[in-house]
């Protein structure tokens, strides 16, 4: 999917990317049996990761219950930030909505 992206988008290093091999990191704190959790584990990798010779934590615990509370937490962070964003159209809407309750 990325490779077509860089292919539409011309990016001059778009065969390199293409050809290279995908790693599978093995992470502590990864949950195969949440799936509806993924939007938030790649949203706080894309704000953790520091490059690919950093040592990476992203911050999740490897305790199922301490884990469970972080991602509720973060569901609301980048909810809201979403919604509150000068990019969303409706953010007035949203914002006197919730002002309302």
Known sequence: MMDTYLEHSEHPA???IAAAKIKRCDINWATPAHP?????F???HMQKFNGINVPFEC???SRWKKKQKQ???LRKKFATRMLLSDVNLVKAKV???ALSV
């Open 42 to 44: 790649l949203m706080q």
């Open 59 to 61: 911050g999740f615990s």
């Open 95 to 97: 914002r006197e909505a």
């Open 14 to 16: 778009k065969d390199q």
């Open 36 to 40: 509806m959790d993924s939007a938030v």
């Open 71 to 73: 991602i509720l937490s």
